[in-house]
Structures are given as C-alpha cells and as structure tokens.
C-alpha cells in the first residue's frame, strides 16, 4: 500500500483547505482510512476517519468544520477543513490500516495504522 497525501499550504485564519490522498491499494482488502496530523512538540493525534462503507468519523477538536470523504475504490480519500484556525496547524499524514469488515468503527490511535503517506503541511496564519 502506498499513499501520498498533497492539498496542504499557508491559509489564514477561517479560511479552507483540501487534503487528498492518493492510495494503491489491494481492491480486495477493505481499509480504515484516516488523516492524523502532528504538531512540533506533539503527539500524533487523529482527525478523521472514513470505513469503506462510507461511515465517517471525526475528533471532537474538528466536528462540524472537517469533512472526510471517498469512495468505495478507496483510491482517493479527502479531507475538506473549513473555518481553520491557528491551533489546526501541523502536519497532516494519510494513513490506512487493513480490516475484516466493510464497517468496521476505526481505531483513533495512530498505532494501530499500518500504512502512512509522507504527511503534507498545513499553517494557519491568525
């Protein structure tokens, strides 16, 4: 599985930007595919997650202003951020991890991924 994530940049404060990534993945495998992000000096945190039934998750810190989206295919995934703030700057870094199960709720600990893209940056100017 490769993944490469791009769509990161500079944007000011409640401004919006979009992450893709792109993956090679095995058709016949199902995948949690996710975003995390790291800030200098933090942990890896998650921020969203998407199963391959379409069932979407989300870290409380970027409810109602993050959307995560793909299809079934699992060969692009999205992240679209919308009234960004300062705090929202880190990293971002597509990840995925193989499951059992179309629907299976994702794990939100950065450990338990297997696969990860090389991480885009994003910075939000205030």
């Known amino acids: 599985v490769q993944l490469q994530a791009s769509g990161g940049g500079l944007v000011q404060a409640g401004g919006s930007l979009r992450l893709s990534c792109a993956a090679s993945?095995?058709?016949?495998?199902?995948?949690?595919m996710a975003w995390f992000r790291q800030a200098p000096g933090k942990e890896r945190e998650f921020v969203a997650a998407?199963?391959?039934?379409?069932?979407?998750y989300q870290a409380d810190s970027v409810k109602g202003r993050f959307t995560i989206s793909g299809d079934t295919s699992q060969s692009r995934v999205y992240l679209q951020m919308n009234s960004l703030k300062p705090e929202d700057t880190a990293v971002y870094y597509c990840?995925?991890?193989?499951?059992?199960?179309?629907?299976?709720?994702?794990?939100?600990?950065?450990?338990?991924?297997?696969?990860w893209g090389q991480g885009t940056q994003v910075t939000v100017s205030s």
């Open positions: 998407i199963n391959r039934s379409g069932s979407t």
């Open positions: 990840a995925a991890r193989p499951t059992a199960s179309w629907r299976t709720v994702p794990s939100r600990d950065y450990r338990d991924f297997r696969y």
């Open positions: 993945v095995n058709t016949g495998t199902s995948y949690i």
